[in-house]
Structures are given as C-alpha cells and as structure tokens.
C-alpha cells in the first residue's frame, strides 16, 4: 500500500497558475503515479500520468497548460496548472500503483485537494 496525501490547491482567477503536490509514503516499486479530477456532478477523469521511466500522457484538454513530473529523491508528485480555466475546477487526486505494471486501474488514493477557477 502506498499513502497519498495531496496539497496545493485553492482558488484562482482565470488565467492564473497552481501547483499541486503530492507525498507519497513510499516510491519503491511504483510503476506509475497519476492525477485525477472530479467536478460536481461530474465522472473522475485522468488528467495527467508518469511512468517510472519519467514518460507522461495528458488529457487534451491540458495539454500545454499542465506539467506533471516527480521528484523521486523526495517521494513528491507534482502537477503545475497554468493558464487555469473555470472548467478546470474539480477537486483533483493523486493516484499510484505499487508492483502493477500499468497506468490504468489504480490501486492506491489520496483524499484530494480543491481547485477553484473563477472567470
């Protein structure tokens, strides 16, 4: 198991920038990390991943805006938000898997943080 506890978010205007982080109890074996997001009333959707490799995917809607990347010294998941837009607000979770080699069905959960975007 792996405990995830994110922090970072808040709210924002438009246009502006955060950057979310997350702690990871452990970095051993981790195959892939991962961000989510859920808005109200809304499906949780994978906004961004990271392989051990260092390789990333993104959901279009971020691409260019969002960055994720890792520091594996400090066992932190980051992700830098830029040029935030009000469709970006949801509250966002990090998400590990730990000895499953793949970047799909996560195992592991932090509890969120909120990001809020006013236009």
């Known amino acids: 198991q792996v405990q995830l506890v994110e922090s970072g978010g808040g709210s924002v205007q438009a246009g502006g920038s955060l950057r979310l982080s997350c702690a990871a109890s452990v970095y051993t074996d981790i195959y892939c990390m991962a961000w989510f997001r859920q808005a109200p009333g809304k499906e949780r959707e994978e906004v961004a991943t990271i392989r051990r490799d260092g390789s990333t995917t993104y959901r279009d809607s971020v691409k260019g805006r969002f960055t994720i990347s890792k520091d594996n010294a400090k066992n932190i998941l980051f992700l830098q938000m830029s040029s935030l837009k009000p469709e970006d607000t949801a509250k966002y979770y990090c998400?590990?898997?730990?000895?499953?080699?793949?970047?799909?069905?996560?195992?592991?959960w932090g509890q969120g943080t909120q990001v809020t975007v006013s236009s």
């Open positions: 998400a590990a898997n730990r000895y499953l080699y793949r970047c799909a069905d996560f195992r592991n």
